[in-house]
């Protein structure tokens, strides 16, 4: 590897550790990548920057929705912690898709976000299913999961930019109109615990 190859290598690498550490860090600027920028030895280990920057992220994010969804007291509490875990997914989707990525490198990654967010929201909708409540309260609980799903990130028209600016309207295009007001009923905080890509409702 070049000098001029390390200093790349090492841009994208101090990138990644910051994105780890908040995903809202800019990555503009980064340098572009070809599929001979590094030899494959290079490429793995920058690869492994990529896997493990994506897990420390999502660790926090399946932690946060945990916690939050079992503080829930109503359908509009719970859908804002889910929300904020789309939120997260899609920021791993921002990630994969950097214009700087080559498509040999940006395709792979993002088939495999893509695949996490289906197995997430398909165990979402079992927990839903499957919680130890009355039966009207499982039904809105699977009902409000579907309505805030996670693979709507996966919809071609779906604005992820707009999701993910603070200064837009954030979440006010997310939900589904009309699927969860702060005015739903009340029902008993949900409970749960901490595992990756696993919330549960109970």
Do not use: K
Not at 44 to 52: E, G, K, V
């Amino acid at each position: 590897m070049t000098v001029g190859a390390a200093s790349v290598y090492e841009a994208w690498v101090m990138a990644l550790r910051a994105w780890a550490r908040d995903p809202r860090h800019s990555l503009d600027g980064l340098p572009p990548l070809a599929v001979d920028s590094f030899p494959p030895d290079t490429y793995q280990r920058l690869l492994a920057h990529f896997h493990n920057a994506q897990a420390a992220v999502m660790e926090r994010a399946d932690e946060q929705c945990t916690r939050d969804v079992s503080r829930a007291t109503s359908e509009h509490e719970m859908a804002q912690a889910l929300l904020e875990l789309r939120r997260a997914y899609a920021r791993r989707l921002q990630l994969v898709r950097h214009p700087a990525l080559p498509a040999e490198l940006r395709s792979p990654m993002e088939h495999g976000v893509a695949e996490d967010i289906r197995r997430s929201q398909e165990s979402l909708e079992r927990e839903a299913a499957s919680a130890t409540v009355d039966v009207a309260t499982r039904e809105r609980q699977l009902r409000l999961v579907r309505s805030v799903r996670l693979t709507v990130l996966l919809d071609a028209e779906y604005p992820l930019e707009q999701l993910l600016d603070p200064a837009g309207s954030g979440g006010a295009s997310v939900v589904e109109p009309g699927r969860v007001r702060s005015g739903t009923p009340e029902y008993p905080p949900a409970t749960g615990s901490a595992r990756r890509r696993r919330v549960v409702l109970e």
